[in-house]
C-alpha cells in the first residue's frame, strides 16, 4: 500500500570454491532504497549432491518461482520449486515462519507424508488452506491441482481437493492456479495451452 516493489529475484552465493545461485526477496522502496528481506540460503543448507535431481540447473540451485504477499499478516509466501516447498516469511525481520511440502515441512498429511507437491509454481495460500498447481514429477508426468486444508498448530495438511485432467497433462515448468471469488477455480496451463 505504500507503493513499494517487491522483486523475487536470484541471488549468487560463494560457497567454497562453487557459485550458487539462489533466490531472494527485495523491497524497493518509493523513495529508491532497496532492502533485502530474505534469500534461500537463510532457509535451506547448499548440499551439490542434491543438484542430481534436477537437470535444469541454469535456473538456479533453488529455483524459486513464485512470491505472494498477505497484506492482513504483512507476510511473503515463495514457492521455492527445487524443494517442493512454500515457505512463509515474517517481512519485517526476514524470518521463515513456517514450511509447508518437503522434507522440513511444518505439517504433514493424514498418513505422515511432507511430500504434499512436487516442482510445483502457482499458488494461493490463506491462512487454513493452500490451493496449489502441482507442476508434478517426470516419473508421474502429469500435473494436478490440490487443495489442502492447513492446520498449523496440529501440524496438518489434509487433502481436501484435486483436480487431473484427463486424459493426464504434463507441465514441467510455469502454470498458475487461482480460486475466484465466484467459487470456481482458474487453471492456468502455460504453454500447454
Known amino acids: 500500500a505504500d507503493g513499494t516493489l517487491v522483486v523475487l529475484d536470484q541471488v549468487e552465493e560463494q560457497i567454497g570454491d562453487v557459485t550458487v545461485i539462489g533466490d531472494w526477496i527485495v523491497e524497493y522502496a518509493p523513495s529508491g532504497e532497496s532492502r533485502g528481506v530474505w534469500t534461500t540460503f537463510d532457509s535451506f543448507e547448499y548440499d551439490p549432491d542434491a543438484l542430481l535431481e534436477f537437470p535444469d540447473m541454469f535456473m538456479g540451485w533453488s529455483h524459486a518461482n513464485v512470491l505472494r504477499y498477505d497484506a492482513e499478516r504483512d507476510r511473503y509466501a515463495v514457492s521455492v520449486r527445487n524443494f517442493h516447498t512454500i515457505v512463509t516469511i515474517d517481512r519485517e525481520t526476514g524470518e521463515e515462519l513456517y514450511r509447508i511440502g518437503g522434507t522440513d515441512s511444518d505439517v504433514v498429511s493424514s498418513t505422515g507424508e511432507t511430500a504434499l507437491f512436487y516442482g510445483q ?8 488452506r493452500l490451493l496449489i498447481y502441482d507442476n508434478g514429477s517426470p516419473e508421474r508426468n502429469s500435473t494436478m491441482i490440490v487443495e ?4 498449523l498448530d496440529a ?24 480460486r475466484l471469488p465466484s467459487g470456481n ?8 495451452g
Open 121 to 128: 509454481h502457482g499458488f494461493q495460500l490463506e491462512s487454513d
Open 148 to 151: 489442502f486444508g492447513i492446520d
Open 155 to 178: 501440524g496438518t495438511a489434509d487433502r481436501h481437493f484435486d483436480y487431473k485432467p484427463d486424459p493426464p497433462l504434463y507441465n514441467p515448468v510455469a502454470g498458475d492456479v487461482t
Open 185 to 192: 477455480t482458474l487453471i492456468t496451463w502455460a504453454y500447454l
